[in-house]
Every structure is written in C-alpha cells, then in structure tokens.
C-alpha cells in the first residue's frame, strides 16, 4: 500500500489548525514554556552558576507526564464524542494515511511549545543571564549546541509519549479520561527509570528500559545511536498498537470471529523484535554525535596518533573490568569509558585489542580483575530517597607483551578518561624513559623516614601520579647534583641548608629544567614555613639529647635562588583575594588568603594565554600563597602562569600567623583567623610564573646573573598540589573542577619538553558562569568584605585604647614620687589586676559588636543576593511565556474581528 502525501497532510492540516485557531491552544503553549522555565531556572540554577539545563533535566520526564496527555487527549476522543469518527473513516483514505496525519499534527503541536521554550524560554533567558545582548543571533556566552542536544532529546521523548497517549485517546470518548488513561501509559517508562529496583538477578536492569536512561546523554550534550532507536522503537510499537485499535471495525466480529489474540501475536512478536535489536545496537556506545563546543566526548587527535604510533608487532592490550550496573552519578563515566574504548578498537585496528568484561562483585571476572590489582572500589549513592554504600568495579589494565603493563584500578567521577587512557598507551610504548626527580626537603615529598617524628612520611598523590608516567627518584642535595633528569621538582628550597642550598642553586644555573613550590605558608604544615627554624634531627623528649637544628640557608629566603632567578620573593609576605566565583562557601572558608584564579577574574583574568601551560585552564584554588615579582634589568624572560585578580593585595606572616603554646610547652603556629586585611590594592599578584634565560645571554656588569641558564618554573604555593586536591578533582567533591593537579602535571610535561599531553589532559567543557548575576552579587560581596574589615579595624583600634589605658594608669603609679618601691609595686599589682579584669570585659565587649556587625553586614548582603537571584529567577520565568500570550492574544482579537465582519448589519443591536 503507498502512501499518498496529499491525504496526510489534508489530515494533518485539519488537526493543527483547528488546535491553534482557539486560544487554548496557546495557553497550553504559555503554561509549558512557563513550566519548562519554572523548573530550569530554579534556586539551585543560580547557585550552581553555570549557564546549562541541568536542573530541568532532572524533571522533564516528569514534566512530559502532564504535557503530552494534555495535547494527545482529544485526538480521538474528541471523534468519538461528536460522532465524527465514522464520517472520517469512510473517507477515501487507508487508516494508516489517517493515524500519520493526527500523529504529526500532534508533534506539529508539541514542536511550536518545545520551539517557543528552546528559542523564548531557554536562549534569550541565558544570553540576558550572561551578560550578552538577546537581539545579537549569533553572540552568546554559553554553550548553544549543548542546549540544542538537551532540546533534541526532549523533542524526540516527547515524540515516543505521544504514540502512547493516542492510545489512550483511542480507549475512550471522553477527553479526561484519555488524559487519566494518558498520564497512567505514559507514567511506565518514565517510572522504569527512577524506580530503584532492588538487586535480584536481571531485575535491576529494568531501569535501561526507562525514559531517564536515555535522556542523560543527550543532557550531557551527546545525541547517541541508542538513544534515538530506543524512542523511535518506542514510537512505532505504540503506533503499530494505535493503528491495531483504529482497525477493530475490520477484524473484531467478522465471519471468521475476532481476530484479537493473531494482533496480540502479531505485537508481542514486534516488541521482542525491537528489543533485540536495542540490545544490538547498545553495544556500539561509542555510536553517538558530540554537540558541545568542545568536543569533549570525541577521540583528540593525541590520541589517534597515538593508537597509530603503536607497533603492529606489539599490540596493546585493554582490558576493562565494570561492573554492568552502576549508581547514577557514575553512569556518565561507565558509558564515556566504554564508548572510548570502543573507538579505541575501531581507530587503532589490529594495533588494539579491547576486551570489556561485565564483573559482579563475587563473579570468576571480579577475581581476574583482583589479580591485576584492580579492587572494588565503595561508593555511596543515593536512589529512592535512600543513601547506600555499593561496591563497584570500574578499572583498566593496559598491556604491550610481557614485560610492561600499566593498571588503572579506578575511574572516578572526576578522572578524565581518555587522558588517562591515552596517557597509560603511551607509557607502554614508548621508547624513551623520561627521569623526573624530587629533590628531599623538609617537605618529604616523595615519602621516606622523618627523623625529626621518628614516623614514616607517606607519598604524595601528586608523586604518585607522576610515577604513572614517569621514572621518579629521589634526588639529595647533601653533594652536588650530578644525575641526569628530564625535570628536577623541588618543594619548599627555602628549607635546604647552606651546603644544600649552594648545591641546588649549581644545578638550576646550568639551565637544567626545574619546577620549584616555595611557599610562605605550607598549610600541610606550618613547623615548615620558611620563617620558622628548621626541625630538629632525632632526639626528642623521650629519644635522650635532641640535637639542634642546622640553620636555613639565607634565613629561609632563599636569597642566592631569586638572584639567580632575577625575582624579589619575601618569605613572609601572603597574597589575599577578596574575588570568589563561589559566593556559596564563602563562610566554609578559612579566610580571603584562600584565593580563587579563574579565567574570568576580575582583571586581565588569573591565566596566561601566553604558555600552553596556563592557557585554556578554567578555575584554580590556591591556599595562602607568596608572590613573586621580577626584577629591572634581569636579564631573563618572565612569564606569569597565574595572578590574582584586581581584588588582591598582602598581608604580612606576623598579622597573619600567631604562635600559641602547644605541648611540652613549646610554640606552635596557628592560622590568626581574626587578622586584619588592608583594603585591595587593585594589583594582579604573580602567583607562579616561568623563567627562562634569552637566547646567547651575555654577562655585564649591570647584569652579573645574566650568563647563567635558567629554565624554571616556580609556583608560590605547594598546597596547590596537597592531596586533598586530588581527592576534589576525582570525586568533584563541592561541585569543583579544579585544574590543580592538570596545572601542576602540564609544568612538568612542558619542562621535560613533552607538550603532546598537555592539551588533552585540560580538555574539558568551559566553566560558562552567569556574568550579569555575578556582576551585580559581587558590589554587595565587595561591600560586605569591606565593612567586615571596618569591624575589625575598628575593634583592634578600640582594643589597642584600652591597653593604653591601663598602661598609662600604671606608669603614673610608677611615677608617683610620693610612694615607695613598695607601694608602688602593690598598688601597681592592684591597678594591673583591677584594669585586666576590666580589660577582658571590655575585650569581650569588643569582641561581640565586631562579630555582631560583621553578621549584621553578611546578613544584608546575603539578603541583597538572594534579591539579585530571585528577581533574575522571576523574570526567567515571567518573560518566556509572554510571545506565546501575546500571539494568542492577537488570534483572539483576529477571530473576534472576523467573527463581526460577517454578521449581517441589520442583526447587529443598535444603540
């Protein structure tokens, strides 16, 4: 039977302009944009700060409940109830001419709602929330094809439902009914994918057959293969079923009898077609089109060179160990994970065998995985309301032949997969082994005995990681440097003795690469701050005589290094940023010195777009750190790797540390969280920086240090890379991604001359924030920090008068000629005790109108904020819905104008 076009579309044309000819049909549309607006630009939105649908993706299956049975209901319900059903079945047309017809225009429908929402609701609303103009089509700060993968597969879902609500239309001849009947079909996919099945046998794997599944990767900006054949599966079983029902007239109660259980035959055998082949094709995840800017979910072409760098008498050897079901937050690596692997396979041919194997917990697979090292790793999740700890498998080993072999045992939510891939292969097979080494300090970077606590210090993470890649060793500064290293890592110089330090400095001046974190307040550990002494070597309280400390070289300021390097360092000088893109942990955090560098910082921006190491990274935190400048006539090329932004100045380590007394009565330095901060200076701070000699350097007078050959990178904070940050970076703890670690590993790559990784481990979605909220939250932010200064300014003022005070008091008792030695030390006891204890009322006193005005100034912010947010919030609500209103509105007066024109005048009543 052929189709005939005219015949549909006759169909089609009656259906959607009847819909749309009344103005309930734009009131639908007013009441979807206003509810798809509702629900993505929510509290949350703005807190998360972040120009994307992720809060409407969570509830637009449940949205769909609602909308698609308001729109499908009367499609045949409304025949049936005015008795125009069997007028339209004698036409001259097949049933499935008829039910094309309805089914497209009820997608007509469902389009102009989802079109008026993409363009109105969602477009204009974020380039109004970024700052940029909404009459500019093509100037937008925010990912635009990301959005547009969102409203494809909010498109095609809806398309799949509305196959079901027919059938719902089709049961009965009443419109509420059908909706009813409508929401209920309709609930079954949406409810398999948000039901948390418990785990008994394959029953668990009755949420891939729900409408969510399938909806997070086009929420991830992917548009997968499965994905659209699941729905267009979806669409053409229920239309097969509707097109059954429309036809009963023909087969129920004929001469042979009802032929219903030959249908039922008919589809149950479509529904197991169709099933198997979504099963088929779930097996090409790696099937999918990558719509965000970035390309992130697409192989970089580091890695395609790198798969055909591989010798073919060498094959690498990936296998993979996952667990087949997964908590939510996972679920996103598990398919990125298996979708690179799969392209893997494909790009590199017979150069790559990929072996994927699904491992439960207690299965012969989970004990082959153990054996390569790789353990289940317990996560917590959160499903049905109710948090749970599940063990899960989600690692790789990665193998060239016998002898070399590279184990991942864990993807975690944060680990950038493909760089952690691609990076593993090209470890296997390289031929050359680079040598990173780490200089020993009192920092014990690398790990080993620390005989100043008689303890073994643990590796850093940062060590590890370096040791995935690299042949890492630990190198003494005790005689002169003589290994061979791509890059020598040196943390905390300023700690090396003379004889040390004079080694060190040897070394760098022969133009050998080095990375250096000095740091004026190393958070891990204050004891090893530059301005304290050194540890003392064995001994102890308990170990018999302790042996004193050797001195610093330089006092701790490591005066021969910035020579060498032409910078200024002060040891005790720390930088401190008012700027924060994260209003929302400004009271977790321990102080301003606590400092945000973005790409969008307030000033020239807190990265360089000068060196591949600094450029294209999105956001850092780097706790306390110093600053370096450059010195006039250095002769050397510097340049700045990160800044603060415009909101910076210093504060001093004496205002910023205090010592109190710790155990054996000795001191100890603690964080001084009530210090006074200067105001902004309005200076960009040097943060880390690289320094590198000029091509044929030549030695003056006026530049003794000119000659020498540099090649450094120095960062001014070694907390940068502690290992919380690693546990921030794997887990997105915080709703962070930071670029920590991906900074601290490009230093190293760029020293050791390797760049190739460097773009792919930074490659990941741009940090697009909500510029013109944060514009206007950032005058009151700056407002409360400055009037939380004044209070504590003016509390030390007021505290310092009453000292002076008392001492006044006591030196006119001490110059009292009439009183002896005696007198005056018992009336000068009294006055002390009397005055001290007024003092600790008066501090008291202080104390509380400082910390009552610094709440009464972060509650009047907090206050103005929340204004901010919600009146944006209300208007990306109010605005989207109004073209439609006012399109309805015109209709309206159209209709009425039409509906006077041809009334005959003598019927019309006269005045």
């Given at each position: 039977m052929a189709l005939r076009p005219h015949v549909i579309l006759a169909v089609f044309k009656r259906n959607f302009l009847s819909y749309f000819s009344s103005v309930i049909g734009y009131l639908f549309v007013v009441a979807f944009v206003g509810l798809m607006a509702f629900r993505a630009f929510t509290p949350e939105f703005f807190a998360d700060n972040q120009a994307t649908l992720d809060q409407l993706n969570g509830w637009f299956s449940l949205i769909l409940l609602f909308i698609i049975p308001a729109i499908a209901m009367t499609c045949w319900a409304d025949e049936k109830k005015q008795g125009t059903d069997e007028l339209l079945f004698t036409l001259p047309a097949h049933d499935v001419e008829i039910l094309l017809g309805k089914y497209f225009s009820l997608l007509a429908i469902y389009t102009t709602a989802l079109a008026f929402s993409f363009v109105f609701g969602t477009t204009i609303v974020l380039k109004f929330l970024t700052g940029k103009s909404v009459f500019n089509p093509i100037d937008y700060d925010f990912d635009f094809m990301l959005i547009l993968a969102n409203y494809i597969g909010y498109w095609i879902s809806g398309a799949a439902l509305l196959s079901a609500a027919m059938v719902a239309s089709v049961l009965t001849n009443s419109p509420t009914v059908a909706f009813i009947l409508g929401s209920a079909f309709c609930a079954i996919p949406v409810a398999l994918g948000r039901i948390a099945f418990p785990d008994w046998g394959n029953l668990s794997k009755l949420n891939n057959l729900g409408i969510d599944e399938h909806l997070r990767d086009f929420g991830l900006g992917m548009v997968p293969l499965s994905g659209i054949l699941y729905f267009v599966s979806f669409a053409g079983f229920m239309l097969y079923v509707n097109l059954v029902m429309i036809a009963k007239r023909h087969w129920s109660g004929g001469p042979h009898g009802s032929m219903g259980w030959h249908y039922l035959a008919r589809g149950v055998a479509l529904a197991v077609t169709l099933?198997?082949?979504?099963?088929?094709?779930?097996?090409?995840?790696?099937?999918?089109?990558?719509?965000?800017?970035?390309?992130?979910?697409?192989?970089?072409?580091?890695?395609?060179?790198?798969?055909?760098?591989?010798?073919?008498?060498?094959?690498?050897?990936?296998?993979?160990?996952?667990?087949?079901?997964?908590?939510?937050?996972?679920?996103?690596?598990?398919?990125?994970?298996?979708?690179?692997?799969?392209?893997?396979?494909?790009?590199?041919?017979?150069?790559?065998?990929?072996?994927?194997?699904?491992?439960?917990?207690?299965?012969?697979?989970?004990?082959?995985?153990?054996?390569?090292?790789?353990?289940?790793?317990?996560?917590?999740?959160?499903?049905?309301?109710?948090?749970?700890?599940?063990?899960?498998?989600?690692?790789?080993?990665?193998?060239?032949?016998?002898?070399?072999?590279?184990?991942?045992?864990?993807?975690?939510?944060?680990?950038?997969?493909?760089?952690?891939?691609?990076?593993?292969?090209?470890?296997?097979?390289?031929?050359?082994?680079?040598?990173?080494?780490?200089?020993?300090?009192?920092?014990?970077?690398?790990?080993?005995?620390?005989?100043?606590?008689?303890?073994?210090?643990?590796?850093?993470?940062?060590?590890?990681?370096?040791?995935?890649?690299?042949?890492?060793?630990?190198?003494?500064?005790?005689?002169?440097?003589?290994?061979?290293?791509?890059?020598?890592?040196?943390?905390?110089?300023?700690?090396?003795?003379?004889?040390?330090?004079?080694?060190?400095?040897?070394?760098?001046?022969?133009?050998?690469?080095?990375?250096?974190?000095?740091?004026?307040?190393?958070?891990?550990?204050?004891?090893?701050?530059?301005?304290?002494?050194?540890?003392?070597?064995?001994?102890?309280?308990?170990?018999?005589?302790?042996?004193?400390?050797?001195?610093?070289?330089?006092?701790?300021?490591?005066?021969?290094?910035?020579?060498?390097?032409?910078?200024?360092?002060?040891?005790?000088?720390?930088?401190?940023?008012?700027?924060?893109?994260?209003?929302?942990?400004?009271?977790?955090?321990?102080?301003?010195?606590?400092?945000?560098?973005?790409?969008?910082?307030?000033?020239?921006?807190?990265?360089?777009?000068?060196?591949?190491?600094?450029?294209?990274?999105?956001?850092?935190?780097?706790?306390?750190?110093?600053?370096?400048?450059?010195?006039?006539?250095?002769?050397?090329?510097?340049?700045?790797?990160?800044?603060?932004?415009?909101?910076?100045?210093?504060?001093?380590?004496?205002?910023?540390?205090?010592?109190?007394?710790?155990?054996?009565?000795?001191?100890?330095?603690?964080?001084?969280?009530?210090?006074?901060?200067?105001?902004?200076?309005?200076?960009?701070?040097?943060l880390a920086a690289k320094i590198k000699s000029k091509p044929a350097p030549a030695k003056t007078d006026k530049d003794p240090f000119a000659a020498e050959q540099v090649n450094v990178i120095y960062v001014c904070d070694i907390d940068l890379v502690s290992d919380s940050m690693f546990d921030i970076r794997e887990r997105d703890l915080y709703n962070l991604r930071l670029d920590n670690v991906t900074f601290a590993l490009d230093c190293v790559d760029d020293l050791a001359g390797d760049e190739a990784l460097i773009p792919l481990r930074k490659r990941r979605a741009r940090e697009r924030t909500l510029t013109a909220v944060e514009a206007q939250t950032q005058v009151f932010t700056k407002k409360r920090n400055e009037e939380r200064d004044s209070a504590e300014k003016e509390a030390k003022k007021q505290l310092k008068e009453a000292q002076e005070r008392l001492q006044k008091k006591v030196e006119a008792v001490q110059n009292d000629k009439t009183l002896d030695d005696r007198s005056k030390m018992q009336k000068s006891r009294i006055l002390q005790e009397e005055e001290s204890r007024r003092l600790t009322i008066e501090e008291s006193e202080i104390e509380n109108r400082k910390k009552q005005q610094i709440e009464k100034a972060r509650n009047e912010s907090e206050r103005e904020i929340r204004s901010i947010e919600f009146r944006y919030s209300l208007l990306s609500v109010i605005l989207p819905p109004i073209p439609a209103l006012l399109v309805g509105f015109w209709v309206f007066l159209r209709r009425l104008a039409d509906e006077n024109r041809n009334i005959n005048p003598d019927r019309l009543i006269k005045q």
């Open positions: 099933v198997c082949l979504n099963i088929a094709v779930s097996g090409f995840a790696g099937m999918r089109a990558d719509f965000t800017a970035e390309r992130i979910y697409s192989v970089y072409p580091t890695t395609r060179e790198t798969l055909r760098s591989i010798d073919p008498k060498k094959p690498v050897v990936i296998q993979a160990f996952v667990s087949p079901k997964v908590p939510g937050e996972y679920v996103a690596t598990r398919s990125n994970l298996i979708g690179l692997l799969r392209q893997f396979d494909q790009i590199g041919g017979d150069k790559v065998r990929v072996r994927i194997v699904e491992t439960d917990q207690f299965s012969t697979a989970a004990d082959e995985a153990k054996g390569f090292g790789i353990n289940p790793n317990q996560v917590q999740s959160q499903r049905g309301g109710k948090f749970s700890v599940e063990s899960i498998f989600m690692g790789c080993v990665i193998s060239s032949g016998s002898d070399k072999e590279v184990v991942i045992p864990f993807f975690d939510v944060g680990t950038p997969v493909e760089y952690e891939l691609t990076r593993s292969i090209r470890t296997i097979v390289a031929s050359k082994e680079v040598r990173i080494g780490i200089l020993t300090t009192d920092v014990k970077m690398a790990g080993g005995f620390d005989p100043a606590t008689f303890r073994q210090s643990p590796e850093w993470r940062f060590v590890t990681e370096l040791k995935k890649e690299y042949k890492v060793e630990q190198v003494m500064a005790d005689s002169p440097i003589t290994g061979s290293y791509d890059v020598l890592i040196a943390a905390l110089p300023s700690s090396l003795t003379e004889p040390q330090m004079q080694n060190f400095v040897d070394y760098v001046k022969q133009g050998k690469p080095t990375l250096i974190f000095d740091d004026p307040v190393p958070l891990f550990n204050l004891g090893n701050a530059p301005r304290q002494q050194k540890p003392a070597a064995g001994g102890g309280p308990f170990g018999g005589q302790q042996a004193p400390p050797q001195p610093k070289a330089d006092n701790g300021k490591a005066t021969r290094l910035m020579n060498l390097l032409g910078v200024a360092w002060d040891n005790g000088e720390v930088v401190f940023d008012q700027y924060t893109p994260h209003p929302e942990y400004t009271e977790l955090m321990i102080g301003p010195e606590l400092i945000w560098v973005g790409a969008k910082s307030p000033g020239a921006g807190g990265f360089s777009g000068k060196s591949p190491v600094s450029s294209g990274l999105q956001e850092m935190l780097v706790p306390f750190p110093g600053t370096i400048r450059q010195r006039e006539n250095a002769g050397l090329e510097f340049i700045p790797l990160l800044r603060s932004s415009t909101s910076s100045g210093t504060i001093a380590w004496e205002e910023l540390i205090k010592e109190t007394p710790s155990f054996f009565g000795m001191g100890g330095p603690q964080i001084n969280r009530d210090a006074v901060h200067m105001l902004p200076d309005g200076e960009q701070y040097v």
